[in-house]
Structures are given as C-alpha cells and as structure tokens.
C-alpha cells in the first residue's frame, strides 16, 4: 500500500469514514481563504470530535513526519490555516461543547470548535446577565482561533482576548494531552493562578506549537442597555488626545475609529465610535453627559473634537448588534475578497499610520478604509487597514497584496507589530527581533515540537 493510502486508512481508523478526506473537492475550500493568499497545496482534511482522535492525529503525523495545520474557522485570513507544506488540516468544528459556565466566578470552558456565534446564544439563552467580548468577525470564527491570535471583540476596553484566557487543554506535537492554567492543579478553571504562565506558548504561535482542544474565558456582566456615541475629526492629529481623554473616563465598554472615503461625504473624517453600557436611564445619562464635555477639552479652534451624539434610532440595530455589521460591510467592493491587515501600535503612532495608510491606499489603486481598535484603556491600538477586492479579479487581488505588505512594512518602521502576519511579515518581524529572542523562539518550537509537524513554513526566518 502507498504512503498516501494508508496515512489515509490510519486517519479514517481514528476518525472515521465520514470524517476525513483527501478528495480534491474538498481540499479546494482548506487550501485557500477569504483573503489574498494564493491557494497552497492539502493532502487531507481531518475533523476530530474528541481529544482522544486529535492525540491520535499528532501520534500519526509524528510517526509519518507529516505536517498538521490546526483550523477553527478559518477566518484570520492571512494564509495562517492554508499549510505551507501540504500535509493534514484538523478543523477543529466538531469539537464544539459548551462544557461549563460558572455563573459565579464569570467564566466559560468549552472546546476549540465552539463558534463566536454559538457561544453568544448559548449564553443569551441560558445565562442572560453575562456576555463575553465577542469580535466583529463572522460568527463562524471560534473563540479558541481568536484568543490564539490575539483578538479583541465588544468589551475591548477589558483587554484583548488573549487577556481573558484562564486556561487551556493542549495536545502538545509530541501527543502528551497538558493543561495550563488553574486547571492543571485544581478541577476550577477560574484563572492562570500564581503559575508560570504557560499559556504564552500556544498565544500567537499560529498552531506551530500544539493543538488546543479546550479553553476557559472569563465573561463579564451582561448590562440591559447599550448604545454608542459618536466623535468626529478632520484631522488624525488629534485622535491620540481624544483617546486620552475618553479612556481618562473608565466608562467605555469599546471604542472603535474609522474612516471610508466611499460615501463621498465620509471622506475626510474619521469617526470615533464609544460604546457605553448600563443597568439603568440614569447610568446612561451619566454616561452621556461626561462624554458630552470631553470635545470641551480636546484641540482648539480650528483643530477640533465634535460630538454627534448618539447614534440615530434607525442605524442603532445595525451598530449595536452583535456581530455588528462591519462584517458584513466589509465585501463593499462586492467581489467576495477582504483583505485585513492590521498592526499593533502604540496610540502616538496613529495620526502617521492615518495619513501614509491614505497614501499607501491611493498609490495602489485603492479607497482607503480603516477600522480601528483601541485596546486595554488606551494601552494599544489595533490599527486595522481594510482591502476590499473583486477575488475573480487578480489584477484587483495583487493591488491588494502589495497594500498590505507596504501596510505591514509601514507598521514596522512605525515602530508597531503586524497583528495575525502573513508569512512575509512574520519573517520581516523575526528580522527585526532582538537575535536573542529569535534564538529563545527556535528553542521553544524545538523543545515542544522536535519534529517540526505543527504548522510549519510559520514563524521561520
Ligand atoms: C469581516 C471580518 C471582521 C473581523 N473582525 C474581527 C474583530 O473584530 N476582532 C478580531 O479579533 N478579529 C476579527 N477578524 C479576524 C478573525 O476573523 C478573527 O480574529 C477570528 O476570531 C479568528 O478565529 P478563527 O476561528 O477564524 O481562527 P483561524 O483562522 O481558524 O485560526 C487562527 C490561528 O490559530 C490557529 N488555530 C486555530 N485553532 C487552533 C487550535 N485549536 N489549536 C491551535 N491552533 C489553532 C490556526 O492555525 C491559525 O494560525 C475579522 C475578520 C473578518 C473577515
């Protein structure tokens, strides 16, 4: 029997017939995303139901030296779950239970399947009072993808996602089933405890150091009324201060900018988006009110700070919904491609990263789009710069790659961090680093995965 034959017969031995291929119709959809990464080669697909068949896989892949790319939903759009050489997608999707909410010390456990969409109804049905910080993307994506890269979702102004991690259940590249967290010592998934925080060696690795199959998130006090107040500028300059001066507060749960050059009469602003939540009229009302005056204290006569005020009624449903409806707008250009590229910065690079994103647009062909997040009370700001392409397009395609490896150069000489790199910008930050962190990077990945299966072309120089 060939290789490829009984690597498959031993795949369908763990998982069954049903649930793995290798037919070129089904490794079509794993071997390309949303974004502008050109299709790369699968040999099969895999979607495990339990911890057990997932330790089998990486038993196999080890035995066999072939590589394994862990998917959730697969949509960080970056080429990050389309293996660089070929090899075996898990999709993570049938590992999706709701394992646990405990109500009284705010968290959720669940399995790295469990889909953003399915954890927000879960918890609207059964624990109303309490939500969880649930991104803009499309529903399908999973909360473990999301954490593992570094997300951020509603109440961004708690932290990123990756903060909210109490703990997590890996099968590491060599088969051993691990725990980090409080879990590892004790049946409550409540923190990271006074331990060494292991989990820092799954977050931001892109799968490259283990398969995680169970995770813990804290979620949060879910507030009856929400709603969002909006600022506007004419000028980037003065988003550092407003930012300031509203994070100064401590009363928003998000605060999200942007700007679009289509419709025309966008052109030119950027918008400030704060959303404000609270149990009664009266909390809102207060709210409000102190957001009122902070256009009093920001810029001067002609740079200045305007408040719209709440959104209107109408568009209320559409800004406040969660998801809300940036993932929908985000096919403008109506060709099905989007590409999102992003860099985490620090706040007093936004106005440059503003200004040269616009050129960097233009220069290719492009309307500028921007939606930014500011992070963790103003510590960072998740610079998101939006290339919305026709994908039956190629020539459309490429503008957008180039805009997005001239955005994630732009980053790094800014001084910021490409968010979810592509593989050309993994390697232009690993040039960058400090050689001794680079060293510590190769050593960890040889420690934990001495065979190099797990997702690997990712993070090598
Ligand atoms: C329109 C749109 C809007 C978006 N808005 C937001 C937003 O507001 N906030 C935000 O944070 N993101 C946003 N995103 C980006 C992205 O979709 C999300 O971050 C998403 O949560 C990623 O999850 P995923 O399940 O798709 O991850 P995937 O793309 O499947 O995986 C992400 C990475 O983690 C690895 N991985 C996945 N599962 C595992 C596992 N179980 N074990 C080990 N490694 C694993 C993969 O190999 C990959 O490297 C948006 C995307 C789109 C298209």
């Known amino acids: 029997m060939g290789r490829e034959k009984s690597i498959y017969n031993a795949l369908v031995d763990i998982v069954g017939e049903d649930f793995v291929s290798n037919e070129p119709e089904d490794l079509y959809l794993y071997s390309r995303d949303g974004g502008t990464t050109k299709p790369r080669g699968v040999d099969y697909v895999v979607v495990p139901k339990t911890v057990e068949e997932v330790q089998q896989i990486v038993i196999l892949a080890n035995r066999e030296k072939v590589p394994i790319t862990p998917m959730g939903g697969g949509l960080t759009l970056n080429g990050l779950v389309i293996p660089v050489h070929g090899g075996i997608v898990i999709d993570m999707k049938r590992m999706d239970r709701i394992i646990e909410v405990n109500e009284s010390s705010r968290y959720v456990v669940l399995e790295a399947g469990v889909s953003q969409g399915a954890l927000l109804s879960y918890l609207r049905k059964n624990h109303p009072d309490l939500q969880h910080s649930m991104p803009e993307a499309p529903s399908i994506a999973t909360v473990v993808g999301n954490i593992l890269i570094r997300g951020h979702g509603s109440l961004s102004q708690c932290g990123d996602n990756s903060n909210m991690l109490n703990g997590m259940e890996i099968v590491l590249p060599t088969g051993e089933i691990c725990q980090v967290g409080s879990c590892s010592a004790s049946p409550h998934w409540f923190g990271k405890g006074p331990l060494p925080d292991l ?73 400030t988006g704060v959303i404000i939540s609270g149990d009664s009229e009266e909390e809102m009302d207060y709210k409000r009110k102190v957001l009122d005056k902070i256009p009093q204290t920001c810029g001067d006569g002609e740079n200045k700070v305007t408040l719209l005020g709440e959104i209107p009624p109408s568009s209320k449903e559409r800004f406040l919904e969660e998801p809300p409806f940036a993932a929908v707008a985000a096919d403008f250009r109506k060709g099905g491609g989007f590409q999102y590229c992003a860099i985490m910065m620090p706040i007093e690079k936004v106005p440059e990263a503003w200004r040269r994103g616009i050129e960097i647009a233009h220069n290719n062909g492009m309307l500028f789009q921007c939606a930014n997040q500011v992070m963790s009370a103003g510590h960072e700001v998740m610079f998101g710069y939006n290339y919305s392409f026709n994908r039956a397009d190629e020539e459309d395609a490429e503008r957008a790659r180039k805009a997005m490896q001239e955005t994630n150069k732009l980053g790094l000489e800014l001084g910021g961090i490409p968010w979810k790199a592509d593989l050309q910008a993994q390697k232009e930050i690993v040039e960058k680093m400090d050689p001794n962190t680079r060293e510590l990077m190769k050593k960890v990945k040889k420690l934990l995965d001495p065979n190099g299966i797990m997702n690997p072309g990712n993070w090598e120089d």
């Open 199 to 271: 989990a820092g060696l799954f977050i931001g690795w892109f799968g490259t150091t283990g398969i995680v199959t169970k995770a813990s998130l804290r979620l949060y006090p879910r507030p009856e009324k929400r709603d969002m107040v909006l600022f506007v500028t004419q000028n980037p300059d003065l988003i550092p201060e407003l930012v300031y001066k509203l994070t100064q507060t401590r009363i928003a749960d998000n605060i999200g900018m942007m700007e679009q050059e289509k419709p025309e009469y966008m052109k030119g602003y950027q918008f």
